[in-house]
């Protein structure tokens, strides 16, 4: 790697090290709930030091990083111990909007996206409307200068916390399903709509359904051209895939298994020294290292805001199954401590308790909330599909 991108990365360590606040750190640390004001505070120290959006463009507060450089930011955030950069807001809609949106949109919504005072949610996936995307429902029907949108959004990650939502809604009956769909910025406080919480058996809030009932979007607020969404979408979708290689929380996770396995005894000895126990954590270790080497390589070829092609959906499949196998070793090696499941430890200010190894709270959730990493952002099956149709040809 080139010796300004590895100076880079450990810029990036020592300022977490020193900028990220210490109950932050310890929330992650031990797995509590972390709240939308943890996160905002967060966000705000990266936005003071310029980071927040790094790879936007410069005309937009951004620093124009290539891919790499954001992939070894946000990889050495997480290995960091510092919480999750929700991708919404900054991943996912702020490149949308500078890409395709108008001017004035640019100047109205960019800034309190990178500034973290607006949490946006994502309104793609409806009850029958999920691998099936352009299957959707959600009807926007143009009446002046505004439109009436009507119809119901489901897994929205967050949308207790959004002041704003991006939606796909269909505006007109198309030859094709990926015909007459519209992208449209919704404010969350209009009337109209509602956000009830869905209940996940990790026992914390991120998913809700939203539901929209005559719900009037200025007409200001349409990305791009009515009916033209569906390339928006694909390129929002490619943005998504490519976060999901999460090797830097992967590295996380196996450190703190491998903290668990020294401290956890097993025959007089430390579980990690047992042999079969470390055969699984050297191939766990071998799986990431092969995994950051394709993201690397990938990336290092990749010039503009992320790479296609069916490379991202590899890194898709095994990034979501490597982030599920650390956790069941995870689980493993917590035997008994393992198994108890307190939503008490998931509360924000809960205290876990002393005896137990560092990282054993909360691990019981997360590995539950883990078995959806192969669902969300596009199911494992689909990859698969993808990669067998546009990959091998089949
Ligand atoms: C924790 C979580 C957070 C999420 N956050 C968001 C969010 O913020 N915003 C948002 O819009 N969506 C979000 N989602 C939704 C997510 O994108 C969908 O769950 C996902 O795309 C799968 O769609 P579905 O749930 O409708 O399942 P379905 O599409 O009904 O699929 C059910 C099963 O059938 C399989 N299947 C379906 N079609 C095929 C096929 N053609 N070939 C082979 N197998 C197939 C799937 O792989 C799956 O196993 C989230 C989901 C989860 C679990």
Sequence with gaps: MQAELVAFREEVRSFCREALPQDIRRKVAENLALERAD?????????GRGWMGGHWPLAHGGK?????QRWLFEQTLAE?????????????VGPVIYSFGSEAQKRRFLPPILSADHFWAQGYSEPNAGSDLAGLKTRAERHGDHYVVNGQKTWTTYAQWADWIFCLARTEAGDRPQDGVSFLLIDMTSPGVTVRP????????????????????????????????????????????LIAAETGRIRHLLAGLRAVAASVQEAGRPLGQTPSFAARIADIAIDLAALEAVCARLLAHADGDAPGGVEVNMLKIRSSELQQ???????????????????????????????????ATGMASEFMYLRAATIYGGSNEIQRGIIAKQGLGL
Aim: avoid cysteine; aromatic fraction near 10%.
């Design 39 to 47: 996160h905002q505070r967060w966000q705000k120290i990266l936005h």
């Design 80 to 92: 960091e111990g510092a919480p999750w950069l929700i991708p919404m807001g900054v991943a996912y």
């Design 325 to 359: 196998r650390v956790t069941e070793e995870m689980i493993r090696a917590l035997g008994r401590l393992g198994i108890p499941f307190d939503p008490a430890h998931l509360d924000p200010g809960a205290t876990p308790p002393a005896d137990w190894p560092r990282g």
């Design 198 to 241: 869905i209940a996940t058996m990790d026992g914390k809030h991120h998913v809700n359904e939203v539901f929209f009932d005559n719900v009037r979007v200025p007409a200001e607020n349409l990305v791009g051209e009515e009916g033209k969404a569906w390339r928006y979408a694909k390129f929002l979708l490619v943005q998504e895939r």
């Design 64 to 68: 124009a990083w290539k891919p790499l």
